[in-house]
């Protein structure tokens, strides 16, 4: 059965200080994977989403950035954090074939507060 | 684009009682609808999915929903909750063959009281 893992669970980080949030996959191949931040009291914004290795696409202009290095692994990065950056970071995958690679399976998240 | 609403923002009930929750749609041509649950600190877990057939879905937890293109609705109901319901729930759309971009609704938190 397919699992995604995100750490760490909670963050704490000062404000200007660097990000770097990990998503894994297992138990499937060339995932679309996505990245999505839930600020407090409000619904999920797709930040970043990829269908392969390297092919990355954003949804949103920001400070934040996301890379995949490897097929089943998902980064979101922040050169410089900033207090607006707190929220919670949610994770997902989708199948990438058709007929499936509608339906998307979201990891545990990221609790992340900038101070 | 595709849009999604849910009304009511926060839905009190009593344990044992029938719930509804509300969810509407805008889209130009064929989507995907989805139910989604949150417990606290969690991630989201698929409740439920309409992809094509029966516009009558059941999902986990004695959760269903019905598909109404006319209406442009999917709502969500229980026939009789338990406190361990509680949570926010999400409804989410999808273009169909997109598969890249599901655009949730602001969510609606269930509230059990015993």
């Known amino acids: 059965s397919q699992t995604i893992h995100q750490w760490p669970a909670t963050l704490v980080q000062p404000v200007g200080s660097p990000l770097s949030l990990e998503c894994t996959v297992e138990g499937t191949s060339n995932p679309n994977l996505y990245w999505y931040r839930q600020a407090a009291g409000r619904g999920l914004q797709l930040l970043f989403y990829s269908v392969g290795i390297g092919q990355i696409s954003s949804e949103v202009p920001q400070n934040l950035s996301a890379s995949r290095p490897q097929d089943r692994q998902f980064i979101l990065s922040s050169k410089k954090l900033l207090l607006s950056d707190s929220g919670f970071y949610l994770c997902?995958?989708?199948?990438?074939?058709?007929?499936?690679?509608?339906?998307?399976?979201f990891g545990p998240g990221t609790r992340l507060t900038v101070l | 684009a595709q849009s999604v609403t849910q009304l009511d923002s926060q839905v009190p009930v009593f344990e044992e009682a029938p719930v509804e929750l509300r969810c509407n749609y805008s889209s130009s041509v064929s989507v995907y609808l989805f139910w989604y649950v949150q417990y606290p600190n969690q991630g989201l877990q698929l409740l439920l999915k309409y992809l094509s057939g029966s516009t009558l879905v059941k999902g986990i937890n004695g959760f269903e929903a019905e598909f109404n293109k006319s209406q442009t609705s999917f709502h969500l109901r229980k026939p009789s909750v338990h406190i361990s319901d509680t949570a926010e729930y999400f409804c989410a759309v999808t273009l169909r063959g997109s598969g890249d971009k599901l655009t949730f609704g602001t969510g609606t938190r269930l509230a059990v009281r015993p």
């Open positions: 997902a995958w989708s199948y990438g074939l058709a007929g499936e690679r509608d339906t998307q399976y």
